[in-house]
């Protein structure tokens, strides 16, 4: 484990290597899951504004949903996520002509129609922060649908927290980062010895 201001880092973001493999998992994360994406509290009104420049794009049992309980929900944990559809499609989510899972929201925001990119969570994934009393523990969270990634970030050798500096840098700032950066290289020099 690794300290930076209040979060605890798991070694696993410096030790692992990830690369997201769309072709291989189609998206599969925003499909399959207990749960939604788990949103910060500020999102949930985001996402409500957006959702004229995205509806377009979602499904009718998307659509649906969000009729009947709107854009999130508290799971069983009590965190408010994303709504889903049958127990398993973020309601954001949309498909391209292969097949491929996509965000809607991202979607729009590369298209220039909004200026939100998605939620945090979503970013970062693989990477889940989980907030405590004291602390935030930042975890590398591994599940069957990323292993082709962990495959082609082996064969690539990026670690976890390089694939992810931009959404690492959107949730904690820059200033954290360089010190991640710091400690990697520091835990990498002793390894070397």
């Known amino acids: 484990m690794l300290q930076i201001d209040d979060t605890i880092i798991s070694l696993d973001l410096i030790e692992r290597r990830f690369v997201c493999d769309l072709s291989h998992c189609k998206g599969r994360c925003c499909v ?5 994406a788990p ?9 409500e504004e957006i959702l004229p420049e995205v509806w377009d794009d979602l499904s009718s ?5 969000i009729g009947h309980q709107g854009v999130a929900y508290y799971d069983n944990d009590g965190d408010l996520v994303t709504s889903i559809v049958n127990g398993k499609d973020c309601v954001f989510t949309c498909y391209d002509d292969q097949g491929m899972c996509k965000c809607a929201i991202e979607k729009a ?8 990119y998605k939620p ?6 693989p990477v889940r922060v989980d907030t405590y009393r004291d602390f935030r523990a930042v975890n590398y969270h591994r599940w069957e649908v990323c292993r082709a990634a962990e495959v082609l970030g082996r064969r690539c050798g990026v670690p976890v927290y390089q694939f992810l500096k931009e959404p690492l840098i959107r949730k904690f700032g820059s200033e954290w980062y360089k010190q991640l950066e710091a ?8 390894q070397q010895r």
């Open 183 to 190: 400690a990697a290289d520091l835990l990498s020099k002793q």
């Open 120 to 125: 945090v969570s979503c970013h970062l994934y």
């Open 61 to 65: 049992e998307a659509k649906n949903i």
């Open 39 to 47: 949103l910060e509290d500020e999102e949930l009104e985001i996402l």
């Open 109 to 116: 925001y590369r298209e220039g129609r909004i200026s939100f």
């Open 32 to 36: 399959e899951g207990e749960s939604g």
